[in-house]
T-cell receptor, first 115, second 115 residues
Framework: AQSVTQPDIHITVSEGASLELRCNYSYGATPYLFWYVQSPGQGLQLLLKYFSGDTLVQGIKGFEAEFKRSQSSFNLRKPSVHWSDAAEYFCAAHYGSSNTGKLIFGQGTTLQVKP | DAGVTQSPTHLIKTRGQHVTLRCSPISGHKSVSWYQQVLGQGPQFIFQYYEKEERGRGNFPDRFSARQFPNYSSELNVNALLLGDSALYLC??????????????FGDGTRLSIL
């Protein structure tokens, strides 16, 4: 079945430290991949997307993600975390076999930033 | 430009009641999708509408229904509410129905609480 897995439910990092959030998608045709961020009480904001081509994609707020086909992964990274980055992060996939715009989301990773 | 707007922001209902949630897409967007986000989980796809026609349905019971109006706004209806329907309901709009290279933009959601 098509699925997205975020192995880490909760991550805590110190402000200024680097960050990597993991995401794995189910094996098969490469889906279109997305990272969204959700602040408390708000909707989802798109950070970045991968469709094809360069496997390292740049997004907003200093985030980047690397697609690795061999590992079925699309991990999100940031070199230096700011306190305002504390939020819930969701990896999502759209599979080309779908006849709809349906996104499949991972469970989410809560990021806590220590001062 | 206005983003995706949803109303109401919060709603409290009791078991067995009916609820209607509303969504206005970004101007020019013709596709609207609905997602349910239970606390601590990622969003789950409920429906997609494009040009007033249902284009996709997730694994939700028939108590859930939706429609899209000529101005592309949409309503999500839930009948015979259960405690398990308590969730954040997110609406997302995009230009087209099956073009993942045109990402979905999310509203801030309606928080539905069932007592």
């Amino acid at each position: 079945a098509q699925s997205v897995t975020q192995p880490d439910i909760h991550i805590t990092v110190s402000e200024g430290a680097s960050l990597e959030l993991r995401c794995n998608y189910s094996y098969g045709a490469t889906p279109y991949l997305f990272w969204y961020v959700q602040s408390p009480g708000q909707g989802l904001q798109l950070l970045l997307k991968y469709f094809s081509g360069d496997t390292l994609v740049q997004g907003i707020k200093g985030f980047e993600a690397e697609f690795k086909r061999s590992q079925s992964s699309f991990n999100l990274r940031k070199p230096s975390v700011h306190w305002s980055d504390a939020a819930e992060y969701f990896c999502a996939a759209h599979y080309g076999s779908s006849n709809t715009g349906k996104l499949i989301f991972g469970q989410g990773t809560t990021l806590q930033v220590k001062p | 430009d206005a983003g995706v707007t949803q109303s109401p922001t919060h709603l409290i209902k009791t078991r067995g009641q009916h609820v209607t949630l509303r969504c206005s897409p970004i101007s020019g967007h013709k596709s609207v999708s609905w997602y349910q986000q239970v606390l601590g989980q990622g969003p789950q796809f409920i429906f997609q509408y494009y040009e007033k026609e249902e284009r996709g349905r997730g694994n939700f019971p028939d108590r859930f229904s939706a429609r899209q109006f000529p101005n592309y706004s949409s309503e999500l209806n839930v009948n015979a509410l259960l405690l398990g329907d308590s969730a954040l309901y997110l609406c997302a709009s995009s230009l087209r129905d099956r073009a993942p290279n045109q990402p979905q933009h999310f509203g801030d959601g309606t928080r539905l609480s069932i007592l």
